[in-house]
């Protein structure tokens, strides 16, 4: 079975900045696209996030922008998201998801991951 383990979340303040790490021991992790996703109490899961197999292209969407910056090391099979001047309203549940993929490209923000992490709480307070 496949494990993707997420770490560095917690509490902060409006303002403040969070680095999330996903970590596999997938051999295979540089043949994966990776993605974040997050989910809100009473809401549904967002696309926050993705990135191509070799880090070279990336998704966000808008709402993290200049803020959230995704970036994966595949020597170490990690993936990173960095989130800089954190709101209340970034306050969630944070997965990441990989999906193994031929394609160069970053996928969409659509796609269907095929592995999913455990999820990792950020809570922002005002």
């Known amino acids: 079975q496949v494990e993707l383990v997420e770490s560095g979340g917690g509490w902060v303040q409006a303002g403040d900045s969070l680095r999330l790490s996903c970590a596999t021991s997938?051999?295979?992790?540089?043949?994966?696209?990776m993605a974040w996703f997050r989910q809100a109490p009473g809401k549904e899961r967002q696309f926050v996030a993705s990135?191509?197999?070799?880090?070279?292209?990336?998704l966000y969407t808008d709402s993290v922008k200049g803020r959230f910056f995704m970036s994966r090391d595949n020597d170490k099979n990690t993936a990173y998201l960095q989130m800089n001047s954190l709101k209340p309203e970034d306050t969630a549940v944070y997965y990441c998801?990989?999906?193994?993929?031929?394609?160069?490209?970053?996928?969409?923000?659509?796609?269907?991951?095929?592995?999913w992490g455990q999820g990792i709480q950020v809570t922002v307070s005002s």
């Open positions: 997938r051999r295979t992790f540089g043949r994966a696209a």
């Open positions: 990135i191509s197999r070799n880090g070279g292209q990336k």
């Open positions: 998801a990989a999906k193994d993929t031929i394609l160069t490209a970053v996928l969409l923000p659509t796609t269907e991951y095929t592995y």
